[in-house]
């Protein structure tokens, strides 16, 4: 009985995770261009998240709609026109949270997408999408 009830346990907490690939095929919440390129964009919205890991009390939670418990990570291959920036939450099992596409536009500047797993915090969305804004 003790056994089952872990396997349940265990089943339950990993079926509460996102991948990345779950992630991607939802539609953007958030999207806009910006006047920057990508590159700059995307690197600056990385850094900034990045610079939040770890960082923050519970009392900081509210005003950076907790950013600073994931671990973000840039994807900039130099063959894809087109960067993406992770975050994934470490307090319990791994799970993708949200990530944030930028792409090149037609004029030099760049197109950013924000996309969440389904159960995200609204918090969340609007403190990583006014790091995405800043940065654009």
């Known amino acids: 009985m003790r056994r089952i009830a872990l396997v349940l346990l265990a089943g339950l907490a990993f079926g509460c995770t996102a991948s990345l690939q ?43 709609g ?29 799970s993708a949270e949200f990530e944030i596409t930028v792409e090149p536009t037609a004029t030099g500047g760049s197109h950013v997408e924000y996309r969440r797993r389904w159960d995200g915090f609204r ?8 790091v995405a804004t800043n940065c654009g």
């Open 22 to 64: 779950d992630i991607r095929q939802r539609e953007p919440i958030y999207k806009a261009d910006f006047p920057k390129p990508y590159q700059s964009t995307a690197r600056c919205i990385y850094e900034r998240l990045d610079a939040q890991t770890g960082s923050s009390s519970w009392s900081n939670f509210t005003l950076t």
């Open 66 to 94: 907790g950013l600073s418990s994931f671990v973000y990570r840039l994807d900039d291959p130099p063959d894809v026109k087109r960067a993406r920036v992770d975050a994934i939450s470490v307090n319990g099992p791994p």
């Open 123 to 130: 918090s969340t969305d609007w403190a990583a999408w006014g």
